[in-house]
C-alpha cells in the first residue's frame, strides 16, 4: 500500500470521528449553484487541476464546498462500521469496495453580510478563522452575455492577486464562489487576470425545486470550530501533514528506515514549495 492510500485511511478514520448530529438548526435551501474550478497549482506545468464546487443559499448565509468533499461526507455516512475489540476498544472503518471521492478541498466557507468564515478539518480538530467581506469591488461599465445571463463587470485586487468578475444584478444575490462575495448580483464568473485560477458557474437549480429543502452540508463543517487565524491554521496543516507522514513511514518498517522516509519526503516538500500556486499570495 503506497504512502498516499494510507495517508487517505489515516484521514477517513479522524474525519469519521467528528460528531454528525449538531443542536443547531439546519438552513433552509433557498438557491444553489454549481460552478467549475480550473486551477494551475504549479507554476512548472501548464495543467490544470478541475474540480466542481456547490455554493448553497440559505435565508442570511450562503455556504461553498467542493462537490467531491460533500459527497465523500455522504458515502462515510453511510458506509462506516464499527468493530468492538476484545480489549474494549473500538475499531473504525469503512464496508468493502467503498471508494471515497478524492478532492484537493476539504474546507467549507460560509459567507455572510457581516463576515466571510473559513473551517477546515485539521487531524480531529476544526479549525476556523474569519474574514471581512470584500468591499474595495471597483465596478465597470462593461456588460458580456455568459450562458445566455446578461452580466456587469467587477475588479478587485485580493490576497496578492488581480481578480476580474461577472455578475448578474438579474440574480440579486450578493455571493459567489470562494471568498468572494458583496457584489450587487451573484457572481457569474470570476478569472485572475494571470488566468491560473478561474470560476465559472456551470449549473443552477429552480427554486421551485428546493422548496422544502435544507441545506444538504453536515453542519460538523461549520459549526463550533475553534477560532484561530489564517496563518496559524495554515503551519496546523503543515504540521499534521508531517506527523501523518511521520506514522505511516514507520508502519511496515524499521524505525530508523522510517525517519529516511521521513526526511526525504520533507524534503521533496521542501523543494516543491518554491513551484507552489496557491490562490491566496498573500
Same mark, same amino acid.
Given at each position: 500500500?503506497?504512502?498516499?492510500?494510507?495517508?487517505?485511511?489515516?484521514?477517513?478514520?479522524?474525519?469519521?470521528?467528528?460528531?454528525?448530529?449538531?443542536?443547531?438548526?439546519?438552513?433552509?435551501?433557498?438557491?444553489?449553484?454549481?460552478?467549475?474550478?480550473?486551477?494551475?497549482?504549479?507554476?512548472?506545468?501548464?495543467?490544470?487541476?478541475?474540480?466542481?464546487?456547490?455554493?448553497?443559499?440559505?435565508?442570511?448565509?450562503?455556504?461553498?464546498?467542493?462537490?467531491?468533499?460533500?459527497?465523500?461526507?455522504?458515502?462515510?455516512?453511510?458506509?462506516?462500521?464499527?468493530?468492538?475489540?476484545?480489549?474494549?476498544?473500538?475499531?473504525?472503518?469503512?464496508?468493502?469496495?467503498?471508494?471515497?471521492?478524492?478532492?484537493?478541498?476539504?474546507?467549507?466557507?460560509?459567507?455572510?453580510?457581516?463576515?466571510?468564515?473559513?473551517?477546515?478539518?485539521? $487531524?480531529?480538530?476544526?479549525?476556523?478563522?474569519?474574514?471581512?467581506?470584500?468591499?474595495?469591488?471597483?465596478?465597470?461599465?462593461?456588460?458580456?452575455?455568459?450562458?445566455?445571463?446578461?452580466?456587469?463587470? $467587477?475588479?478587485?485586487?485580493?490576497?496578492?492577486?488581480?481578480?476580474? $468578475?461577472?455578475?448578474?444584478?438579474?440574480?440579486?444575490?450578493?455571493?459567489?464562489?470562494?471568498?468572494?462575495?458583496?457584489?450587487?448580483?451573484?457572481?457569474?464568473?470570476?478569472?485572475?487576470?494571470?488566468?491560473?485560477?478561474?470560476?465559472?458557474?456551470?449549473?443552477?437549480?429552480?427554486?421551485?425545486?428546493?422548496?422544502?429543502?435544507?441545506?444538504?452540508?453536515?453542519?460538523?463543517?461549520?459549526?463550533?470550530?475553534?477560532?484561530?487565524?489564517?496563518?496559524?491554521?495554515?503551519?496546523?496543516?503543515?504540521?499534521?501533514?508531517?506527523? $501523518?507522514?511521520?506514522?505511516?513511514?514507520?508502519?511496515?518498517?524499521?524505525?530508523?528506515?522510517?525517519?529516511?522516509?521521513?526526511?526525504?519526503?520533507?524534503?521533496?516538500?521542501?523543494?516543491?514549495?518554491?513551484?507552489?500556486?496557491?490562490?491566496?499570495?498573500?
Amino acid at each position: 500500500m503506497n504512502y498516499h492510500k494510507k495517508l487517505l485511511q489515516l484521514f477517513i478514520v479522524l474525519y469519521s470521528l467528528l460528531p454528525y448530529a449538531q443542536s443547531y438548526k439546519q438552513d433552509t435551501l433557498r438557491s444553489e449553484f454549481t460552478y467549475q474550478l480550473k486551477a494551475k497549482f504549479d507554476t512548472r506545468t501548464d495543467y490544470r487541476h478541475e474540480e466542481l464546487f456547490s455554493l448553497q443559499i440559505g435565508d442570511h448565509r450562503a455556504f461553498f464546498a467542493s462537490v467531491p468533499s460533500l459527497k465523500g461526507d455522504s458515502v462515510m455516512a453511510s458506509s462506516g462500521t464499527t468493530t468492538n475489540n476484545p480489549d474494549g476498544s473500538i475499531t473504525l472503518g469503512f464496508k468493502k469496495g467503498i471508494v471515497i471521492p478524492k478532492t484537493n478541498f476539504n474546507f467549507t466557507i460560509v459567507q455572510s453580510n457581516e463576515n466571510i468564515q473559513y473551517f477546515a478539518l485539521v $487531524a480531529m480538530s476544526l479549525l476556523t478563522y474569519k474574514e471581512s467581506v470584500i468591499k474595495n469591488w471597483k465596478l465597470v461599465d462593461e456588460t458580456k452575455i455568459i450562458s445566455t445571463i446578461n452580466c456587469k463587470k $467587477a475588479e478587485v485586487t485580493f490576497k496578492g492577486r488581480n481578480w476580474i $468578475a461577472w455578475y448578474s444584478p438579474e440574480i440579486p444575490l450578493p455571493y459567489g464562489p470562494y471568498k468572494f462575495s458583496g457584489l450587487p448580483g451573484l457572481i457569474i464568473k470570476i478569472t485572475d487576470d494571470k488566468g491560473d485560477f478561474d470560476f465559472e458557474l456551470i449549473k443552477s437549480v429552480s427554486s421551485s425545486k428546493l422548496k422544502g429543502k435544507l441545506v444538504n452540508i453536515r453542519k460538523s463543517r461549520y459549526t463550533e470550530g475553534i477560532e484561530t487565524t489564517q496563518q496559524k491554521l495554515k503551519q496546523a496543516l503543515r504540521n499534521a501533514d508531517a506527523n $501523518a507522514a511521520a506514522v505511516l513511514a514507520s508502519q511496515g518498517t524499521t524505525i530508523i528506515k522510517g525517519q529516511e522516509v521521513i526526511r526525504q519526503r520533507e524534503k521533496e516538500r521542501e523543494q516543491n514549495r518554491q513551484y507552489e500556486n496557491p490562490i491566496e499570495l498573500e
